[in-house]
């Protein structure tokens, strides 16, 4: 089954991680801007970020058919820094016209503090003004139904964000219905030790249904799988739902959201059906890369 991965942080991956993805028919990814392993120290860091995450991880995804997306910000474990943040924010707009750019993000909290929810709010400014797609991160732990709760409030405070255009990330158990009554699109994040598992979000799943709701791997520094979301469609496969009901989470989902996107143009992969993909007879070759492969990223 083609899928879609739509938040995975592939600077922090091997080249060997976008080949096994392939083989599991892997036909996009979206990676938001995050944490570097360390504090970075000046707001040229985030400049250098920002062309890699738009001119270099596209290429490095081409070479195995996959399509490439990302998102630009300075990330809430970084955000303790007001002085910093107000520059790197300052170089977003630069870039938001780069053809892989979806949107603002991932923004959001990390310890729920003053200067994380300052910085959070210039970031929803930014994204307002420029009219851009927004992607959030939530806190881990303990702290996650506050800091989901808190950055509802601020969402909710800013009558230029439109839910329909924002998605809430890493939610549970405990936070997913505030995300959905909120009218915002939702992701779960399957990651073995702070957030969910496979089984877990296809629980989710079968108690709040498929509506506005995808499922992504994080695949960052700590211990993560890249291949996390093809485990959910096992899991689901397992329980026995429907092909329908896994490609509209894994697949139908993350496109539709993206498909909000100022920058977006109709890649060709995403012109054929999933469905039809699904039925067609497999390659003579037997090759294990998808039959509809994506045009690479312009740079």
């Not at 210039?122 to 991160?137: G, K, M, P, Q, W």
């Not at 255009?165 to 990651?191: N, Q």
Request: proline share 6%.
């Amino acid at each position: 089954m083609r899928y879609i991965d739509p938040h995975i942080h592939m600077i922090s991956r091997t080249t060997d991680d976008y080949q096994r993805m392939a083989y599991a028919q892997c036909v996009a990814i979206s990676e938001p801007a995050f944490w570097a392993g360390f504090d970075r120290g000046s707001a040229a860091g985030f400049h250098d970020y920002f062309r890699h995450l738009t001119e270099v991880e596209p290429k490095r995804a081409a070479q195995f058919h996959i399509q490439h997306y990302c998102w630009l910000c300075i990330n809430a474990k970084e955000a303790e820094n007001v002085s910093l943040a107000r520059e790197v924010i300052a170089l977003i707009p630069q870039f938001l016209s780069r053809p892989n750019v979806l949107g603002i993000g991932e923004i959001g909290l990390n310890k729920n503090t003053r200067n994380e929810a300052i910085v959070f709010q210039e970031h929803l400014d930014l994204a307002a003004r420029t009219n851009e797609l927004i992607l959030i991160h939530t806190p881990h732990l303990e702290d996650k139904y506050k800091g989901t709760r808190m950055i509802i409030d601020m969402l909710q405070n800013d009558r230029r964000i439109r839910p329909e255009r924002v998605c809430i990330d890493h939610v549970e158990e405990h936070t997913v219905r505030l995300a959905l009554e909120g009218g915002y699109w939702c992701a779960m994040t399957l990651y073995p030790t702070t957030k969910c598992t496979p089984a877990r979000a296809a629980d989710i799943i079968e108690r709040y249904g498929t509506e506005r709701i995808m499922v992504n791997s994080a695949g960052d520094w700590g211990k993560s799988d890249p291949l996390a979301v093809p485990e959910f469609i096992q899991e689901m496969k397992r329980r026995g739902h429907s092909e329908e009901v896994i490609r509209r989470i894994v697949y139908d989902n993350p496109l539709s959201f993206w498909r909000q996107a100022n920058n977006w143009q109709e890649p060709a992969w995403a012109q054929t059906p999933a469905a039809e993909v699904a039925a067609a007879p497999a390659p003579a070759n037997g090759s294990p890369l998808p039959a509809s492969r994506p045009a690479a990223v312009r740079t």
